[in-house]
């Protein structure tokens, strides 16, 4: 049937008037010879395989061939979407092999080797140089990420490779130096961990002629990258506290106005609440990398919700990676809660432990810089090499402490809250944590010291019955990590969230850490410390009658007396009774 058949059937039984000729069969075309491949066909079904062609006449041979085309390119696209989804689920498995798991729109697959990084081969180099063999999980997802110039929030556990992580990207996309100011801005939340992450930049990107500072000595600072400086400087690691006291200056003593990436480390440290919080300086130093271009990324061993609700609202098309599960301790730390009774059975524990014999390079965690003071001045007669890092030291003394303690100088290191994080001392085999940890966060970070990139490690923490508020939570760490808990530690009564916080914000009154006899102790002639010596017992009395009414001091003060009252009458009652 040709195109003029078709025209009769449709035609039959209608008249044309006489100015319309009935078109004659020479007057058709020759339609199979003109019909082209991308004619614009509509086919009305008549048969089970008859068609008619309507428009531009195609003939039904030519429609099947359009029909195999078509199938063929259906068959085609279906082959495609049947190849992405197995090279989705391919990467998936790979995902979960890697406990890599990932939240965000379009995110770039995990590369499975340096190579698979698109960097320079100088960057590859150097990571090989470091003795990396091949890149950790964070590392496989977090640098295409990057590389794309997507914002992240990635949580990875501890001693993971994360430094590595951020700075192979941003090495990557700075190419070269350039005298336009910092392009690439770190914070850190210690002076020790900007110092350590420094030395990693400076490694990673060997032979690219990056000028890598670090504020330390702020009288120099506030001249060196004034708006008058020559502007040659490409990366800038530091904590936010001295970064913000040269944002401070009238005019700011430095630029910030062409940062590209702005890395956040112990993301969740800096965002933390409290006197020691870091959110103000945050702000300020975001409102001073004022390029619009820049992109964050944040990175933690730990997770926070209010890091993970700013990151939402604040940075467009992010991407969020986890390692493994969130805020657990790495795996690769044997960890162990010991019952040491009383504060000065945590000593006894501790001289216990040592001369069982332990392998240093070993880190003690306590409260206080007081405490990691007295702890010292006892360790330091038992023949350790011992030492003691805090706040109240000088920063030449701190740098002296750390370099020695990397060079096996020094085997025991004091230290509190301040090396719990990022801090990466090679071969940590001991962590003890003679006071207990203010959160489960901490603990986290402490232990993290140990078991670094897969080399394995031990934990030891000391408890008494005044840390029993937060023992449940970091019994369960324990248990989650696979190690050996008592089963009563995880029945223990749980605190509410503010009671929790509370703890966490103030640590626990705790007595002296001394072995030497109070009497000694006290300053002064023998009147004054008989004087001393009655005070202290008669706080201890009232504590403990305190402790036993569960009478507090300061909520009440009419209860109280009225408790008080009832007390000493009952007293007076029973020396009555026993007159009688
Ligand atoms: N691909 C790798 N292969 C082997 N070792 C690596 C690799 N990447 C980093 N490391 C090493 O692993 C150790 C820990 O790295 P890093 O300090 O970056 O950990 P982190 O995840 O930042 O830990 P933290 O949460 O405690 O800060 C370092 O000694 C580092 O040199």
């Known amino acids: 049937m040709d195109a003029y058949d078709i025209f009769k059937k449709l035609t039959k039984g209608l008249s044309f008037s006489k100015s319309s000729k009935t078109p004659k069969k020479e007057n058709f075309p020759d339609i199979k010879k003109e019909a082209k491949d991308n004619d614009v066909v509509k086919v009305v079904k008549k048969k089970e395989d008859e068609f008619i062609t309507l428009l531009n006449g195609i003939t039904k041979d030519d429609q099947e061939n359009k029909k195999g085309k078509k199938r063929k390119q259906l068959d085609e696209n279906q082959l495609d979407k049947k190849r992405r989804l197995l090279e989705q689920e391919e990467i998936n498995r790979y995902r979960n092999q890697n406990s890599i798991s990932v939240v965000g729109r379009r995110i770039p697959n995990p590369a499975r080797s340096f190579d698979d990084f698109s960097v320079d081969q100088s960057i590859i180099k150097n990571l090989i140089k470091c003795g990396y063999e091949e890149p950790t999980p964070i590392q496989k997802q977090a640098v295409p990420i990057m590389l794309e110039g997507r914002q992240l929030l990635a949580c990875a556990p501890t ?243 750390v370099k020695c303690f990397r060079e ?64 449940r939570s970091i019994a369960y760490i324990l248990k989650e990590s696979g190690c050996e808990v008592p089963e009563y530690l995880l029945s223990i009564k749980t605190k509410s969230k503010k009671e929790a916080k509370k703890i966490a914000k103030k640590a626990p009154a705790r007595e002296d850490i001394t072995t030497v006899p109070i009497y000694d102790r006290i300053k002064g002639g023998k009147k004054a410390k008989f004087r001393e010596i009655a005070k202290r017992m008669k706080e201890a009395k009232n504590k403990a009658v305190h402790k036993k009414k569960k009478i507090n001091p300061k909520k009440n003060v009419v209860e109280n007396i009225h408790r008080k009252q009832k007390i000493s009458v009952k007293k007076s009652d029973k020396k009555s009774k026993q007159k009688n």
């Open 159 to 401: 001693g993971s490779g994360k430094t590595a992580a951020f700075l192979v990207p941003i090495i990557q996309q700075l190419k070269s130096p350039q005298n336009s100011g910092f392009r690439a801005l770190i914070l850190c939340p210690t002076r020790e961990l900007a110092s350590q992450t420094q030395r990693e930049c400076v490694r990673l990107s060997e032979g690219k002629g990056f000028r890598i500072h670090i504020l330390s000595k702020i009288n120099k600072a506030l001249n060196q990258y004034g708006p008058k400086s020559n502007q040659k400087f490409d990366i800038l690691i530091t904590t936010p506290n001295r970064l913000c006291f040269l944002l401070k200056q009238d005019p700011p003593a430095i630029q910030l106005s062409s940062i590209q990436w702005l890395v956040i480390d112990e993301a969740d440290k800096l965002f933390e609440d409290g006197s020691r919080s870091f959110r103000d300086q945050l702000d300020q130093i975001l409102q001073a990398c004022d390029n619009k271009d820049k992109k964050i990324a944040m990175f933690s061993a730990t997770h926070t919700p209010v890091v993970a609700k700013w990151c939402v609202h604040n940075m467009p098309g992010l991407v969020r990676v986890t390692i493994g599960q969130r805020n657990a301790a790495t795996d690769t730390v044997d960890q162990k809660l010991q019952f040491v009774g009383s504060e000065h059975g945590k000593l006894i524990a501790l001289r216990d432990l040592i001369r069982q014999g332990i392998s240093p390079p070993v880190l003690i965690f306590v409260q206080s810089k007081e405490r990691a003071q007295q702890l010292f001045n006892e360790l330091i007669y038992d023949g350790i090499m011992v030492d003691a890092i805090h706040a109240d030291r000088t920063q030449t003394q701190r740098d002296n402490v």
């Open 408 to 471: 096996g100088k020094i085997w025991v290191l004091i230290c509190t809250e301040l090396m719990a994080r990022g801090i990466d001392f090679k071969g940590v085999n001991l962590v003890i944590n003679y006071d207990f940890p203010p959160s489960s966060i901490s603990y986290v970070h402490r232990i993290g010291r140990a078991g670094r990139a897969g080399r394995t490690g031990q934990a030891v923490t000391f408890f008494t019955q005044e840390d029993s508020p937060l023992l």
